[in-house]
């Protein structure tokens, strides 16, 4: 054998032999049982965010929200920042309003969620305001 040849395999020993005790690694995945009620939660969050995002993307609403300093790509990030739960209670109470209701006060509550997420540090959409974190 010549010196180069002798290298060589040594190399592609160390190479297989490296191989070999990867493969001998037991890979392991863990799975577990979802629980119903975390599926419909999350099911129902995201019912909310479309009912959210529809009433944000109603003219008047982004009218509304654009004369206070709000845009439309402000909102919509700002819903997607919201939790499941944030989304369940904002969408109950867009449930709760009387229909051909206010829109003004529909548009206010909505600037209030945007304000409080914006204060908790959720995201940043209003300049005015300090986040908590």
Known sequence: MTMQNSS????????????????AMPLTASASMVQTDVVVDHALAEQGRVKIMALVNRDDVRT??????????????????????????????????????????????VFLVLLVTDILGYTKVFPFTRSMR
């Open 64 to 109: 509304q929200l654009e004369a206070r300093g709000v845009t439309g790509e402000q909102a919509q990030a700002r819903v997607d920042a919201l939790t499941d739960d944030e989304v369940l209670l904002i969408a109950g109470k867009i449930d709760q309003l009387p229909a051909g209701g206010d829109i003004i006060g529909t548009a206010v509550f």
């Open 8 to 23: 060589f395999m040594r190399w592609a020993s160390r190479v297989m032999i490296v191989l070999m005790s990867c493969m």
